[in-house]
């Protein structure tokens, strides 16, 4: 099977500009989740999608927001870019319906930078 | 929410020898504890996991322990190779319908041909 793919995998962008990532998941998979990756904050859980529907959210900004499409594709959308949303963004994918959490397997992530 | 912590943030370790490396979790429901090894420029990829219900499991020169009561779990690779170099992560997962993974700050391990 392909893997998660990530598009595109490197952004550069402006300050107030937004930007939309996307996440593509392994055939099969309907649980797509989102992480931000940054050397001073780690690996931070954004949010997941399954079935179309945020299942479950972390602690960020409301200008942080995404949706899942009927084919388990996945954007995520940053509004208002601040210079801290510099990060990788990382997206990754499980069958989400197994009964029990599932191994989630990651994309190559898209490097945006903010200037 | 939960909270995870990992030791030690370096290691450096003879070829050959052994590397371990510890995590703690606060969050006595979490269930399903995945390590990553991330290597520059690359994306996570599991390695091993474990579920509550085991209290260790290993494949080839990797194994995780895990101390339910104690609330933490650990990795041990044996006869390490220059190739093992990279960013370990352990990570805590509650239930199923919970996908989230909470991370722990990483390992950067180098193995000193």
């Known amino acids: 099977k392909a893997g998660v793919t990530q598009t595109p995998r490197y952004l550069i962008k402006t300050r107030g500009q937004q930007v939309t990532l996307s996440c593509s998941p392994i055939?099969?998979?309907?649980?797509v989740s989102w992480y931000q990756q940054t050397p001073g904050q780690g690996l931070q859980f954004l949010f997941e999608y399954f079935s179309e529907t945020q299942r479950n959210k972390g602690n960020f900004p409301g200008r942080f927001s995404g949706r899942q499409f009927s084919n388990s594709r996945s954007e995520m959308n940053v509004s208002t870019l601040e210079l801290g949303d510099s990060a990788l963004y990382l997206c990754?994918?499980?069958?989400?319906?197994?009964?029990?959490?599932?191994?989630?397997?990651f994309g190559p992530g898209t490097r945006l930078l903010v200037l | 929410g939960e909270n995870v912590e990992q030791h030690p943030s370096t290691l450096s370790v003879q070829e050959g020898d052994s590397a371990v490396i510890k995590c703690t979790y606060s969050d006595s429901a979490s269930n399903y504890f995945p390590w990553y090894k991330q290597e520059l420029g690359k994306r996570p990829q599991l390695i091993i996991d474990i579920r509550s219900n085991v209290g260790e499991k290993k494949d080839q020169r990797i194994a995780v322990t895990l101390n339910k009561t104690a609330k933490h779990f650990s990795l041990h690779i044996t006869e390490t190779q220059p190739e093992d170099s990279a960013v370990y992560f352990c990570a805590a997962s509650l239930i199923f319908g919970n996908e989230k993974l909470t991370f722990g700050t990483g390992t950067r391990l180098t193995i000193i041909p």
């Open positions: 055939s099969g998979h309907r649980s």
């Open positions: 990754a994918s499980s069958r989400g319906t197994g009964g029990t959490v599932e191994t989630q397997y």
